[in-house]
């Protein structure tokens, strides 16, 4: 087992991860921007280092600053959290030369599964369902036009290298097209330094659900069923829930077999997603693969009794799993709390938190790095908080989520917390019966 890892991360899942560790009998090293001086990942870490200014690209995305920081303090494993360098195959490359476990994949699954087609063709071989679409890039506009006529309208059209809904544009009609392609190109190549594109049959109606798998080093991966992230604004989640409200029993376990099939097909080590799309047939299609923990993992560990940044940690060090798949006991949904104005087109809200109160109870957990007094950054991703509940029903979580956001009091800044209540009120959320377009018609302007 490791002896000291170094956290190559931020805010509340830089925390996360030294929680688990203090729990292992493991030393933590931080590392922090000069904007970061004051988090409680600095704080509660056995070390900290300042790895550089604000700016991320000299700071939590610089692979010397923070490989020499691991060396300084002779951390035997670096641990990325999510975001930053967790799925950069050059920094995973980089800690495995200088003889420090990157606590996730290994830099050929980084690749095989970051480009979008490649992951693609990979899942397809191994028998998981894909979305009928292009075999591969599509190299011009012409050969865009014959695959979209033989698959028939809607179809949309995805960066390879892409993430966060860039480089992706839906196509209706032959009329269409050129314009779309040369969007989704200029974007994607200004975007990720790639403008490669391929081609999907438009999935209506569709459910963002993905299912956590971990593997060992002996190619063997296990599942702890789904979490449903269809609740998202501009392809960016906001409230995931586990189990999924439109998922069978036996739709998870064919789910969860093709997961494992994904997984093991490409020997995957470590904590992953299997990300698919449901139709409204209950037809499912695979979408990409997350080689990282992911920001709504607490969701999973909540209902499975398993923690997952402790099998990472073990995974790593060479531990087998058990090969159990795991599923949902209970009931239960994350919100994430952003330092932003669901009034004002989600406008970043950094500043001062002048007062704070966390919720409390049973069933309810908050993870977050902030306090009052603490000012939140500029610089980096406005989410502040994750509150996560847990019931014997979806009801009761419903009815607890929004019993925990009026608890939820932060002053001084703006955030989602009164978009979250009124969505917690809502008669279609509470039905489970939403896509992942059900923002596109929600009405903020009375929040």
Same mark, same amino acid.
């Given at each position: 087992m490791f002896k000291k890892i170094l956290i190559a991360n931020r805010g509340e899942i830089a925390l996360r991860v030294i929680r688990t560790c203090k729990e292992m009998g493991i #030393?933590?090293?931080?590392?922090?921007?000069?904007?970061? #001086?004051?988090?409680?990942?600095?704080?509660?870490?056995?070390?900290?280092?300042?790895?550089?200014?604000?700016?991320?690209?000299?700071s939590y995305l610089s692979i010397p600053n923070i490989i020499s920081a691991a060396e300084i303090t002779n951390a035997d494993?670096?641990?990325?959290?999510?975001?930053f360098l967790s799925e950069n195959a050059e920094f995973s490359k980089i800690c495995a030369e200088y003889g420090i476990k990157f606590i996730g994949a290994d830099p050929e699954m980084i690749n095989q599964m970051g480009d979008k087609a490649t992951a693609k063709a990979t899942m397809k071989k191994a028998g998981v369902p894909t979305i009928p679409g292009s075999d591969g890039l599509v190299d011009t506009i012409k050969d865009g036009l014959v695959i979209a006529k033989e698959m028939g309208y809607p179809v949309i059209l995805k960066a390879t290298a892409g993430g966060?809904? #860039?480089?992706?544009?839906?196509?209706?009609?032959?009329?269409?097209? #050129?314009?779309?392609?040369?969007?989704?190109?200029?974007?994607?190549?200004?975007?990720?330094?790639?403008?490669?594109?391929?081609?999907?049959?438009?999935?209506?109606?569709?459910?963002?659900?993905?299912?956590?798998i971990v593997g060992d080093k002996n190619g063997r991966a296990c599942h702890l069923s789904e979490r449903d992230c269809s609740i998202q604004r501009r392809h960016q989640k906001l409230v995931?829930?586990?189990?999924?409200?439109?998922?069978?029993?036996?739709?998870?376990?064919?789910?969860?077999?093709?997961?494992?099939?994904?997984?093991?097909?490409?020997?995957?080590?470590?904590?992953?997603?299997?990300?698919?799309?449901?139709?409204?047939?209950?037809?499912?299609?695979?979408?990409?693969?997350?080689?990282r923990i992911q920001v709504e993992h607490p969701i999973t560990e909540e209902v499975t009794n398993f923690d997952l940044i402790k099998e990472q940690i073990k995974v790593a060090a060479g531990e087998t799993i058990s090969g159990q798949?795991?599923?949902?006991?209970?009931?239960?949904?994350?919100?994430?709390i952003n330092a932003e104005d669901p009034r004002n087109g989600f406008r970043p809200s950094p500043g001062k938190i002048t007062n704070l109160n966390l919720p409390g109870g049973h069933g309810v957990r908050v993870d977050s790095h902030v306090y009052a007094g603490y000012t939140i950054p500029p610089y980096y991703d406005s989410m502040i908080a994750k509150l996560i509940v847990s019931g014997q029903s979806r009801e009761e979580?419903?009815?607890?989520?929004?019993?925990?956001?009026?608890?939820?009091?932060?002053?001084?800044?703006?955030?989602?917390?009164?978009?979250?209540?009124?969505?917690?009120?809502?008669?279609?959320?509470?039905?489970?019966?939403?896509?992942?377009?059900?923002?596109?018609?929600?009405?903020?302007?009375?929040?």
């Open positions: #030393k933590t090293v931080a590392v922090y921007s000069t904007a970061d #001086k004051d988090s409680l990942h600095v704080r509660f870490a056995d070390e900290a280092v300042c790895i550089g200014p604000p700016q991320s690209k000299f494993a670096i641990h990325p959290g999510y975001g966060g809904g #860039k480089g992706m544009r839906i196509v209706k009609d032959d009329a269409g097209f #050129k314009k779309a392609w040369d969007d989704a190109k200029q974007e994607a190549g200004a975007s990720f330094g790639n403008d490669g594109l391929y081609l999907e049959k438009f999935i209506e109606e569709p459910r963002h659900i993905e299912i956590q995931e829930e586990t189990p999924s409200p439109i998922i069978t029993d036996e739709l998870r376990e064919a789910m969860g077999k093709a997961a494992i099939a994904g997984a093991e097909a490409i020997g995957y080590e470590g904590a992953g997603t299997i990300e698919f799309l449901v139709d409204k047939h209950k037809n499912f299609y695979f979408m990409e693969m997350n080689t798949n795991y599923f949902p006991t209970l009931f239960a949904m994350e919100c994430r979580v419903l009815v607890r989520m929004k019993r925990a956001l009026e608890e939820f009091v932060i002053e001084g800044i703006k955030t989602t917390i009164p978009f979250h209540i009124k969505l917690m009120e809502d008669e279609k959320f509470k039905s489970g019966q939403f896509t992942t377009k059900f923002l596109e018609d929600f009405d903020f302007s009375d929040l």
